[in-house]
C-alpha cells in the first residue's frame, strides 16, 4: 500500500512506518526491520524514539547487541532523544547475555547522557537478581529508587516476593507484601497469587490460609490450582475446618477438587473428632457433584 498511498492523496509519516516496521521485525527479523528505517529516511520521514526502540528491542532479542549500541548512538546523531524505555530495552539484551555488571552500569551511565532511570530500569535490574536468587540485591535496588523519589510499584514488589518464595522464604515475602501496603503500594492478583503459591510450597499453609483470605477480601481470586494446593496441604495438616472453608469458596466458584485432594480431605475428616455433620455432609455434595 505504500506506492499508493501518494496516489490517494496521503501523506506517510512515522506512525505509518512505525505499523510496518513492527510486522518487519516479526517477520524478517531485525536486518529486514532496518531496511525500513533506510527506507524512512530516503522518503524524508524523520523517526521517533518509538521507531529505534522497535529497532532496539528486535536486536537485543536476537542477541545482535552491538547493534542495538549503534542504534542508540545513530539516535543522537540524527537529533532523538533516547529514553528509559530505550536503555531499559539495551538493559534486558545485556541481562539476557548474562552480562550484569554491563546492564548495571548502563543504568548510571545513561544519566550522564541526559535521560533519568525511571522504575522500568530498576525493574530490569531486580529481574536480573531475582535469575541469581540475590533478594537482598532487589531490597537494595528499593531502597535506590526511593531515594531517588522513585515510587515502586506492584511489579517491582512481585518480583522481590517470588525471588523469596522460589527461595522457600515465605515468612520474609509475607513480610514484603506487609511493607508494599505500608509504603502504599496496592497488591494486585498476581502479588497476591505468587504469595499463596509460595506458601503452599514452603507447605505453610496457615500462612497460605491467611494470604489467601486477604486476596479474597481484596476482591481478587487465586487460580483453580491454588486453591486445589491449599484445601490439600491444610487436610494433609489435619486442618478440617481451614481445608472445608476453602473448597466451600471452591464450590461457590464451580471449582472441582483433584483426586489427591479428596484423599486428604476425606482422610482428614476421618481422623477429626471434632468434625460437624454440617460439615461431613458438605464434603459428601461436593464429592458427588464432581
Known sequence: ????????????????????????????????????????????V??????????????CREGELGAAERLIDEMARRGVAPNAATYALLMRGLCDADRHADAEKLMFDMEYRGCQADVVNYGVLMSSRARRGDADGIRELLSAMRKRKLKSDDASYNILIRCLCDAGRADEAHRALLEMQLRGTVPGAATYRVLVDGCCRARDFDLGLRVFNAMMASGHCPQ?????????????????????????????REMSLDADGWQAVVTCVRSSCSTQASEIKLVNELVLSN
Open 224 to 252: 483453580a490450582r491454588t486453591f486445589r494446593h491449599l484445601a490439600r496441604g491444610l487436610g494433609e495438616d489435619g486442618k478440617a475446618e481451614e481445608a472445608f472453608f476453602v473448597l466451600e469458596q471452591m464450590a461457590r
Open 1 to 44: 500500500m505504500l506506492p499508493l498511498a501518494p496516489k490517494l492523496g496521503v501523506r506517510l509519516n512515522a506512525v505509518s512506518y512505525n505499523i510496518i516496521l513492527k510486522g518487519a521485525c516479526l517477520r524478517d527479523g531485525f536486518m529486514g526491520a532496518r531496511g525500513v528505517l533506510d527506507e524512512m529516511l530516503s522518503r524524508g
Open 46 to 59: 524523520r523517526p521517533t524514539v518509538v521507531t529505534f526502540n522497535t529497532l532496539v528491542g528486535s536486536a
